[in-house]
């Protein structure tokens, strides 16, 4: 049971325009939501977060979106740069009862490729 | 600059071999997972840990145990090596309390098994 999902495995966009990366979830326990970004032969590193109380959070080029009513989540990138060209997974989190530690559920990933 | 490190970037062995497959991190860090990444399945969770000696399973345990004797180290452990088992492997740590839940990722560990 995938509860997050990137349905587009890969994407290509030229140089200077947008990249929207999308995301899906089924879980409505999730309450945070992160994007990370994968070069090949190195571990994910953490690009951006949101809550589920936002609908937006910015940082830079990056930005995400999220629409609750339709558990969905966009990693816009203005203006998308070739040092892009990886792949980005979507991540989600959910409340967790002391004693444990809170687990990420990760998508399969899209790779985006931006052309010169 | 906070750090996960992994004993090998790649690694090669046979069918029916014992694999041990450590991770170290500096963060002080009270979590740390196992995740394998397989094309089209994206980061799967193998085990994690939340505090020395303890451990939990996570989606996908079989043919895996952990160790957690340190705080910083977090080994995985295939007790009997199979193809199947051949895949990326990425151990990540985090701290407990932070609604983010951001994980930090160590460089992976590229297992062949043959």
């Known amino acids: 049971d995938q509860q997050v999902k990137q349905n587009s495995p890969s994407l290509s966009v030229q140089e200077g325009r947008i990249s929207i990366l999308n995301c899906d979830y089924t879980n409505s326990m999730f309450d945070y939501f992160l994007w990370y970004k994968k070069y090949p032969a190195e571990g994910p590193t953490f690009l951006i977060s949101?809550?589920?109380?936002?609908d937006k959070n910015e940082d830079g080029r990056f930005t995400v979106f999220l629409n609750k009513s339709a558990k969905h989540l966009s990693l816009h990138i203005v203006p998308s740069q070739p040092g892009d060209s990886a792949v980005y997974f979507c991540a989600a989190s959910q409340p967790h009862y002391t004693g444990t530690a809170s687990k990420l559920t990760f998508g399969t990933g899209t790779r985006l490729q931006v052309t010169l | 600059d906070v750090k996960v490190t992994q004993s090998s970037r790649y690694l090669v062995k046979r069918t029916g071999e014992k694999v041990f497959l450590e991770c170290v991190q500096d963060m002080d860090h009270e979590n740390m997972f196992w995740y394998r990444q397989d094309p089209g399945l994206g980061l799967r969770l193998i085990y994690f840990s939340y505090d020395v000696k303890m451990k939990e399973k996570g989606d996908i345990p079989e043919g895996y145990s952990v160790s957690r004797e340190k705080k910083e180290r977090f080994s995985l452990i295939l007790e009997s090596a199979s193809t199947n088992q051949t895949s990326m492997y990425l151990c990540?740590?985090?701290?407990?309390?932070?609604?983010?839940?951001?994980?930090?990722f160590g460089p992976g560990t590229r297992l062949t098994v043959l």
């Open positions: 949101i809550s589920s109380i936002k």
């Open positions: 990540a740590s985090s701290e407990t309390g932070l609604a983010r839940n951001e994980q930090f």
